[in-house]
């Protein structure tokens, strides 16, 4: 089986199944508790910390909250900006976040938070000029995602957080970082976000596990409650064994980020030609530049992602149409109608992702499957 499917999961690294064994085994403790089992879990937790922290180029440690995932990430994100201090305010965010942000948009509307979503251009991108319009007195958070998790769209994060400041600073930037942190310079510093989403599945730590960086002094509503983990920010025992995993992987990914966008590019770049060999009319939604590295989303006029997929799959070969991370439905995207790209050819868009476990000759290797299953169905 090859797997093109890295944008909805990734397999594990081997560097976080090693690391996370022993917490499956003898370091089993619950890291509030108050013997030494306990200590040594939590003195794993916190090494994991201060590490997901250095990787970030955050200021402290204790900017690094541990999530259930980047779902959880951005619901803490955008309801507990939105609610902070018992106000109501607005937010504003990007007609093409995942609905992990959009659904949380929505539901913070749903308490009286105003929402406003603004819309992109037909690369998917954002303008800076455009959201800092949308800000207002009493907008709260501003939430616009590294990259797009369909189309790998790259988006001016760092440009939008200056222009948003310079409109409304009261606002807090909101960045969902979590396709790109595989192959893009994903620091504080270089986002200039107050909060930045991460999920360990997307560059191959396990699923289940993520983290939310918040700017120190910065105030959110919790929206899970209970034990007060996390400094009150994230109720519920910790996942140790996942953390640990994650921070492993996140290690692996940003050591090893040179090559592997080299290794990656290599391979897409082959799968393409490939493609193109087999359906000179194959319309690639962005240009290389405009995406991510590792992905590849296009369309082949005449044929339907859905008949694609089911061929592909019989041949061995796993990939996307539309957004993998929901319900696998075929819907129409929110993400391509934002662009303007019709429902027709929305419904023949397939999404190609690489990953860790890639080599260039991957590329060649997919590339003469898919134009096999092409030539089959035209
Ligand atoms: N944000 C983006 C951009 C994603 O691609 C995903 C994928 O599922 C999520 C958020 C949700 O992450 P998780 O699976 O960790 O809840």
């Known amino acids: 089986m090859i797997y093109l499917d890295h944008a909805a999961t990734t397999p594990l690294r081997p560097e976080a199944r090693e690391a996370m064994a022993p917490f499956h085994g003898d370091l089993f403790g619950n890291p509030s508790g108050a013997h030494g089992i306990a200590r040594r879990a939590k ?46 305010g607005g937010v504003v965010a990007s007609a093409v976040e995942h609905e992990a942000v959009l659904e949380a948009a929505r539901f913070a509307g749903r308490l009286g938070c105003p929402v406003e979503i603004v819309g992109v251009d037909d690369r998917g991108v954002a303008d800076p000029e455009a959201t800092a319009a949308a800000c207002g007195p009493d907008t709260a958070v501003v939430a616009l995602m590294a990259a797009n998790n369909e189309t790998g769209a790259r988006q001016p994060v760092a440009k939008v957080a200056h222009a948003v400041r310079a409109q409304a600073p009261q606002a807090l930037v909101h960045c969902d970082a979590v396709q790109s942190f595989v192959t893009e310079d994903v620091t504080v510093p270089a986002l200039g976000a107050d909060l930045v989403a991460l999920s360990a599945h997307k560059f191959g730590g396990p699923q289940g596990t993520g983290l939310l960086y918040v700017r120190p002094g910065t105030d959110l509503e919790p929206v899970l409650h209970g034990g007060g983990q996390e400094l009150g920010r994230r109720s519920g025992t910790h996942n140790v064994a996942g953390v640990v995993g994650m921070v492993a992987a996140m290690r692996a990914t940003v050591a090893d980020r040179t090559g592997f966008r080299e290794r990656i590019g290599e391979a897409r770049r082959r799968f393409e030609d490939r493609v193109r060999r087999a359906a000179p009319d194959a319309a690639f939604t962005l240009d290389p530049a405009d995406r991510l590295v590792q992905h590849s ?82």
């Open 43 to 88: 003195n794993a937790l916190e090494a994991a910390r201060e590490e997901a922290a250095e990787l970030l180029g955050a200021e402290h440690p204790l900017d690094v909250v541990f999530t259930s995932g980047a779902t959880e990430a951005d619901n803490l994100a955008v309801v507990g900006a939105a609610l902070a201090g018992g106000r109501r």
């Open 297 to 378: 989303h296009l369309r082949i006029p005449g044929v339907r992602a859905d008949t694609m997929l089911v061929r592909l799959d019989a041949v061995g070969l796993a990939a996307s149409a539309g957004s993998a991370c929901s319900s696998g439905a075929m819907e129409t995207s929110h993400v391509l109608a934002a662009m303007g790209i019709p429902a027709g050819d929305a419904a023949e868009c397939l999404r190609f992702t690489f990953g860790w476990d890639h080599r260039p000759e991957s590329g060649d290797a997919a590339g003469e499957i898919v134009a096999a299953v092409i030539g089959k169905l035209r």
